[in-house]
């Protein structure tokens, strides 16, 4: 036994629960008093140990020999229980299972594939907000832009046909509740498991993508022998359930920020070469994915805590985003702050592989937005709804005044 174990200490307790629906509306009171409990704190509801300070968080997260995401990154333990849907190769997959899928995906999201994309996506996000703009200076930002942009621009650079996109925020919904315990939102989901989880499938087949996808240069490394053909439709899949619900919430968030910080809005009016900061700005701001679980491969020292082996490790990636250890005036939203580093995209081997394709989405949204409006506010109360990993939203009305 090391020295570390040997002097470890017992974490505090608490009886907290991060999966109230009250909580999942308004996490930040439970992210303080966590960040200000202790480095760890068992939570003895759920027989977990909870990281909620950015120094342990982002420690966990680079540190996958010690903090295995193959047992699954939700709540339950894939070793003893069976998953609900096929593990992903990439989320719950460690070295060397994870190496081959993920390798081959950035490759295929590398930069040259997201400059040719570049020009048709600030053309979709210019018509999207010419059309909304036209209709009206009030309506909802999170379905008329924050969803609509990324439902029409990402599926269709993935080679999804236009039918049934309308499934691929439930099948989100869905697959990020699951992460939580079976509560009342997992069984809210139960009546539409199996049918939203054939539609996913069968559009991970060969031939449902168009042949100038993405998915299928999924299917072509397959043939090249860079994936098994049985790991092809599981990454397409991965590119379908993080690749929107993650993205929308993202885009929410930034018109949410300018609508209650004007003075940012009119920084990036200044600077539009800003827009992807303001979209990570955003993301650590809100962290559109507040959770994600790991397990102890072995008896781990954190903080003078041991973390027994097998022990699940819940990381509240909101909470460190917002850690003032780490960031200035966490609560707010700054353009002038430096956001690299936050955890909103994980970290380490499993940080987020697509999220330069979602500073992409959200540069041509907000680029466009820049040219036409002066002004946001809002109209009526953000609406949200609870999930047991996203900080979702439904509604956002907003007024503008575009552009004189």
Known sequence: MTEA?????????????????????DPEPLHRALRETGPVVYLSRYDVYALA???????????????????????SDFRREEPWRPPSVLLEADPPRHDAPR????????PPALRRLRESWHLVA??????????SAEFDGFTRLAEAFPLRAFPDAVGLGPQGRENLLPYGTMAFNAFGPRNELVAADAHRVAELSAWVNARCDRDALSE???????????????????????VVRSLLTAGVDTTVHGLAACLYAFATHPEEW???????????????EAVRWQSPVQTFFRTAATDVAVAGTVVPKDAKILMFLGAANRDPARWTDPDRFDLTRDPSGHVGFGMGIHQCVGQHVARLEAEALLTALVRRVDRFELTGTPRRHPNNTLRSWTSLPLRVQPVA
């Open 53 to 75: 300070r950015y120094e342990q968080v982002h420690a966990a997260l680079v540190d996958w020999q010690r903090f295995e995401s193959g047992a699954g990154v939700g709540l």
């Open 103 to 110: 390798r081959v995906l950035r490759e295929i999201l590398a």
């Open 266 to 280: 009119q920084r990036l009016c200044e600077r539009p070469e800003l827009a992807r900061v303001a979209f990570d």
């Open 126 to 135: 210019e018509e999207l907000v010419d059309q909304v703009l036209a209709e």
């Open 212 to 234: 100038d996808g993405f998915g299928a240069r999924i299917w072509e490394a397959a043939d090249r022998g860079d994936l098994t053909h049985e790991q092809a439709p599981l």
């Open 5 to 25: 174990l040997e002097r470890a200490v017992v974490p505090p307790v608490s009886d907290a629960d991060p999966f109230a629906p009250e909580t999942l509306l």
